[in-house]
């Protein structure tokens, strides 16, 4: 095996080696990283390398060598504390698999359906917050939705109604747990918070465990279902284990989600020919709807949506590194990464690569039209939800409610963005600067011009 390790990049200090300019902003580092090195290069944070990877290969690579060569569990320590140490990742693997049965089948395409009304009525209960004209900050305004949506349908109607602002205050105490840097046994503030947060919410949860049992729903919503939810042997899954799970799927699809979907809609309103695009689009599907009557069928109906948001995920992955930990000495185009380090890939650099994509700086959602003959569609180059058996576990989920919440506000409102669009600094979700306002005003739906597009575009495919 090699002894050459990851060329290093330039810059660091001795002992805390890239720490601060990674802080501050570690899209700019891992630029920094591909130009002047290629695609595998490291870098150093406090004595520990970090391995990077870029590109549609090095991708495969990970993905498929994730708890072999390479581990997710020790590379997310912080998960331990938030949750516990027999839990999903950090469980064995044939437990992990079990655990992940639990939630997949309810995640699929077909299980989608019972969502969508759910994502419809939050996203219009925000436009009755949002009244006929004014200004609203992205991540304020979107995340509180996307949590509205996440309690309404994992935890059920009554629930949301009665804890929903509590659970709100809790869960965002609870996330405070993720720490990268410092000691997890240090009693830091956050640290604190977010253990008494884990507590109480454990306790909330099981009281509606407990109430649910006693006056079972029917038809069974998701959390009825969680509950009576068995193993493929026939044994029931263990209250904890709800709780767990139900934790996990909040704290996995909230922050990620909020903050995708205001890049979304941020990239949107910066490209007026492809706000037209859209615009068409949900008046043929929609005609002069507020968005109440949008279902299952109308949504998938929405492919230019689904385009424009594949397109935000390449140019703004707020999931802009992944993180593993080399679990042996693994050799990789004549280097060596050594037992212990850190291996990261990089959605965020990858995805912007020449190499993969023509013009990668500009937004250009058809570059995903399978329709084209010029599609960018190669395997592993797109993976703002990650791949492999860790691929994300709610990513139609992400998607249906993304394109539910844009579709609302486009229906009901013309929008302008009042600040300049820059990425959140430092090392957490990436996410679009606060403040990053959008002004709003409500727009005069005209069924009558719907119908005369869906008619006009009939004829077209006609002929
Ligand atoms: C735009 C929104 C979202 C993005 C960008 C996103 C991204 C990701 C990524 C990149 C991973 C893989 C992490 C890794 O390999 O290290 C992941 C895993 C996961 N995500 Fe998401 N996610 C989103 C929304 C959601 C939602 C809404 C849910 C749940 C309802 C969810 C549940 C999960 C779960 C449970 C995993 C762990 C999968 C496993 O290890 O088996 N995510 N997500």
Known sequence: MSTATLPPIDGGTPVLGHLLPFFRDPVSVLRQGYQSRGKLFSFNILGRTMNVMLGPEHNRFFFEETDKLLSIRESMPFFLKMF??????????????????????????????????VMVEESLNLVNRLGSEGEFDLIPTLGPVVMDIAAHSFMGKEFHEKLGHEFFELFREFSGGMEFVLPLWLPTPKMVKSQRAKRKLHAILQGWIEKRRAAPLDPPDFFQGMIESKYPD???????????LILLLVWAGHETTAGQVSWALADILQNADYETVLRDELRLVLGGDDGSSLGWEQAVAMQKMDLALRETERLHPVAF????????????????????????????????????????????????????????????????????????????????????????LLQNYEMELLDEVRPIAGAGTYWPAQPCRVRYRKRARNSEAGRALRNSQRQRAVR
């Not at 026939?234 to 767990?244: A, F, M």
């Not at 250009?364 to 691929?391: C, K, M, T, W, Y």
């Open 84 to 117: 516990s140490p027999d839990f999903y990742s950090f469980a064995e693997m044939d437990e992990y698999l079990r655990q992940r049965a639990v939630i997949m089948p309810r995640f699929k395409a077909a299980a989608m359906k019972q969502y969508v009304g």
């Open 234 to 244: 026939g044994r029931p899954i263990p209250d904890e284990l709800i709780r767990h």
């Open 321 to 408: 590194i992944l993180s593993r930990k080399a679990s042996t000495d693994i050799e990789r185009e004549g280097y060596t990464i050594r037992k212990g380090d850190f291996v990261l890939l990089a959605p965020s650099v990858t995805h912007r690569m020449t190499e993969t994509w023509i013009e990668p700086d500009r937004y250009n959602p058809e570059r995903f039209n399978a329709e084209r003959e010029d599609a960018q569609i190669e395997s592993n180059s797109l993976v703002g939800f990650g791949g492999g058996v860790h691929r994300c576990a709610g990513v139609n989920f992400a998607r249906m409610e993304m394109k539910i919440i844009l579709a609302v």
